[in-house]
């Protein structure tokens, strides 16, 4: 069973330039977060989709940073403009069902540097 | 505000020590743990987790992990490292229903061969 895939690995792009992330989830897992690790801090939760619905987008930090999952599968989160501040290492996850035994199952990360 | 500290951030053993990475969580609900593993150029992988039973858990690679109610605490133990245990651990706290995962900061552990 393929795990959590995350495309691009690495992005470098210019301040005020726009990028998009992508995230694949494992199959038949309903949900799916967006977390982000900047500058070597704590991991944190920037949101959770249930299928195509955001159940919770309490963590993104701003109206710069939309994100999207057409169909309740893949899901896209971009940055328009992106800023210095947005570096870092953006992480995905799935997982098949919320409740008490909940795990989640993390992709690569995507290392994002804005220059 | 709720939160997870890691309270060594570099860890540095040889092989064969023993190790314990401390995790301690500020919340007085109902909580899950994790721990998740990073190793160099990889993806964040579960280690062990804990919903409720046995504060004791066993996770893969020889790891464990012993919750402690009283002391908000979920530290990650192993009897002997190995050089293959270089990596970036981190502790993860679920709190109530809430979905989301609160992270510590990450402890680096480097195992000298």
């Known amino acids: 069973e393929a795990g959590v895939t995350q495309f691009p690995s690495h992005s470098v792009i210019e301040k005020g330039q726009t990028v998009t992330l992508r995230c694949d989830p494992i199959s038949g897992h309903d949900n799916l977060y967006w977390y982000r690790r900047v500058m070597g801090k704590e991991i944190k939760f920037l949101l959770h989709?249930?299928?195509?619905?955001?159940?919770?987008e309490s963590g993104m930090p701003n109206n710069r940073f939309l994100a999207e999952r057409t169909g309740g599968t893949y899901s896209t989160l971009k940055v328009q403009p992106a800023e210095l501040e947005d570096s870092g290492v953006y992480f995905c996850?799935?997982?098949?069902?919320?409740?008490?035994?909940?795990?989640?199952?993390f992709g690569p990360g995507t290392r994002l540097l804005v220059l | 505000a709720q939160s997870v500290s890691q309270h060594n951030h570099h860890v540095i053993l040889s092989e064969a020590a023993s190790l314990e990475l401390g995790c301690n969580y500020s919340y007085g609900g109902t909580v899950n743990l994790f721990w998740y593993v990073q190793y160099p150029g990889q993806h964040l992988q579960l280690l062990l987790k804990y919903f409720s039973g046995d504060p004791l858990v066993k996770g893969i690679k020889g790891f464990e992990a012993e919750f402690i109610k009283s002391k908000f605490s979920f530290n990650l133990r192993k009897p002997s490292v190995q050089w293959s245990d270089t990596a970036e651990y981190f502790c993860a706290v679920r709190m109530d229903s809430s979905y989301k995962l609160i992270f510590g900061s990450g402890t680096r552990l480097l195992v000298r061969p």
């Open positions: 996850a799935s997982s098949q069902e919320t409740g008490p035994q909940e795990t989640q199952y």
């Open positions: 989709f249930v299928k195509e619905s955001k159940q919770d």
